[in-house]
């Protein structure tokens, strides 16, 4: 089987956006180049008030992709659900582009007999295991991100982890927001594993301002400059798909 490739955005913040960009117009510009943004609010003790938690939510709505909001004690948890979740929904998404191009446009997966939806998902279940998945990882370093940048060290590590019984390819970059000299910076260049993180983590400087857009953006200038083209996937001599997902 020929392997496509997965492009993610993974946002992790706890607050509203207050510098450049719109991020909920940066995330649908992602998606319009083939990239999932999904967006996790961490909280703490504190809440998110009710502007950062539609923000959250808009970003991973424009991104095609999935939102939580979850306590740091529990993130760890959630960010591999979340990327499993996202996983599956780019897939099944893709899926359906292809029936309805075989079949018509009013043709969704669930109007299939049951038979063929179980051969279906059989089918994603496997891409889930076997195509290439890329995962950059936006950090939100702003102030008040300072007492859960351990957290988010530990569910970064545990993803990368939990990740590696897959047989199609992983590669993580991570990226911070605020950076030391610039609004975004790279800590991590592509990497199949997250150990870096060790390190990286423990020279963190939160920083005031929160530039989610700006992040978003230089996040898919990066992905766009540095990622493989969309493959060509079969499956069993079929092909499924021509295009990327």
Same mark, same amino acid.
């Given at each position: 089987?020929?392997k @496509? ?6 946002l992790?913040?706890?607050g509203?956006?207050?510098? @450049?960009?719109?991020?909920v117009?940066? *995330?649908?510009?992602?998606r ?9 609010? =961490?909280? #703490?003790? +504190?809440?998110?008030? !009710? ?9 991973? *709505?424009q991104g095609g ?8 004690? #529990?993130?760890s948890?959630?960010?591999?659900? =979340?990327t499993?979740?996202?996983?599956t ?5 893709? =899926? ?13 997966? !669930?109007d ?5 939806? @179980?051969e279906?998902m ?6 889930? !295991?076997?195509? #290439? ?6 950090? +939100? ?10 957290? =988010?060290k530990? *569910? ?8 590696? *019984?897959?047989?199609g390819? #992983? ?12 609004e ?29 857009g ?10 766009l ?13 079929e092909?499924f798909?021509e295009?990327s997902?």
């Amino acid at each position: 089987m020929n392997k @496509g490739t997965i492009k993610q955005i993974l946002l992790l913040t706890d607050g509203c956006s207050n510098y @450049g960009e719109d991020p909920v117009a940066m *995330a649908a510009l992602a998606r319009e180049e083939g990239i999932t943004v999904n967006v996790i609010g =961490v909280m #703490n003790n +504190d809440v998110i008030d !009710e502007r950062g938690l539609k923000e959250i939510e808009d970003i991973a *709505a424009q991104g095609g992709g999935i939102s939580q909001v979850v306590y740091t004690k #529990n993130l760890s948890q959630t960010v591999q659900v =979340v990327t499993r979740k996202a996983m599956t929904q780019t897939l099944q998404g893709v =899926v359906n582009s292809e029936l309805k191009q075989i079949l018509g446009t009013d043709v969704e997966m !669930e109007d299939l007999p049951p038979e063929k939806r @179980g051969e279906i998902m059989e089918v994603v279940d496997e891409l889930n !295991e076997t195509v #290439n998945l890329e995962v950059l990882i936006l950090v +939100d370093t702003s102030a008040s991100m300072k007492h859960k940048l351990e957290a =988010v060290k530990e *569910a970064l590590l545990d993803l990368s982890l939990s990740l590696t *019984a897959r047989t199609g390819n #992983n590669r993580f970059s991570l990226f911070i927001f605020p950076g030391k000299k610039k609004e975004v910076e790279k800590l991590i260049d592509w990497t199949p594993k997250l150990e870096k993180l060790t390190t990286s983590f423990s020279k963190l400087v939160p920083r005031g301002m929160t530039p989610t857009g700006p992040a978003i953006k230089e996040a898919i200038q990066f992905m766009l400059q540095t990622s493989p083209k969309g493959l060509l996937m079969e499956h069993d001599g079929e092909e499924f798909f021509e295009q990327s997902i």
